[in-house]
């Protein structure tokens, strides 16, 4: 059967650093109080002229290098994102005549912090029903676009960012043996929109709107659907909690991600954190921590590793890969 095997991976992260104490001077918080409630230390924010589609073909064009390939090896793009340069058209386009990609698609894709997981999910499908070769998958954010600088219980927790793997169709057993995507899940329910939302859009009210969450319950549905995402990954190949090298979760809150791994028994050295370094970067957030943990050498041939996500929407979802 084909498999969608991981062959490049690239990040970019902007050169502006914001501190939490960077913070203490712009809305009533602490350093302390961000560092407690959430793991976060500083977040990166794109500089004025930066777009997302900067971002993403910083981050694009380092997969590339890193597969060896140029940008017309490459068949679609599928770029995540929540923050697109404009309404129209995607800003994957954009991505496409940069990277020098002749031919083949490229569309944006929006499930909000899970957008990455829905992006490879959605290109491993192409993958897998023949009608590609190779995707570059990306998730890239200007989060900081859409903050309510004056609202302190979001502008502490986003930042900018941008992160890209390269898919390639390769032939597998059908085992869980092979490299690649083993298998994926994706959820959403609508019933949980206003939890997690902009209060605007260019259908309601011509603006994009600003961030607003109601913490405490985004946190409580969080840990519930990532444990359900997790262990239905595992439990539709027949492995286990034991079997995994690596978790690579969406970065939103060390609590959130500590919670979830805890209910498996899976021990902290096998958890990827980055949300200290650059808070919760939506779709950015699963391609940064998998580019960190491939810099450090913690990702082997043969390692099989989780991805997961949970968002607004609520969507949720999680792949599994054999490296
Ligand atoms: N600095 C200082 N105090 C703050 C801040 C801040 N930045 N923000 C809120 N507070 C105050 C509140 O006003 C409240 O004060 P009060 O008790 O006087 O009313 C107090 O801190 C406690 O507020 P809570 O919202 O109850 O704090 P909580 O412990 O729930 O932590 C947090 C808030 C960090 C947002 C938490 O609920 C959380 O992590 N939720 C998940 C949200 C998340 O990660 N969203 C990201 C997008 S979704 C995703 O990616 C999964």
Redesign the pocket.
Known sequence: MIRSTVIGSGAYLPDRVVTNKDLEAI????DQ??RE??GIERRHIAADHQKTSDLAILAASRALDDAGLMGSDIDAIILATATPDETFPATAVKVQAAIGMQGGFAFDLQA??TGFIYAITTADMYIKSGMVKRVMVIGAETFSRILDWED??TC???GDGAGAVILEAAEGDGTTDDRGILNSCLYSDGTKHHL?QTDGGASSTQTVGHVR?L??E??RH?VVNLADAFAEVLNGVNLSPDDIDLVVP?Q??K??LDATVKKFGIPKEKVVVTVQEHA?T?AASVPLALNHALKEGRIAKGDLIILE????GFTWGASLIRW
């Open positions: 809305v009533d918080t602490s109080w961000i409630r959430t909000v912090c302190r219980t502490v927790l986003f997690l969450m913490g405490r985004v946190f969080a969406h939103a809150n609590r959130i919760n939506s996500g949970m968002g607004g």
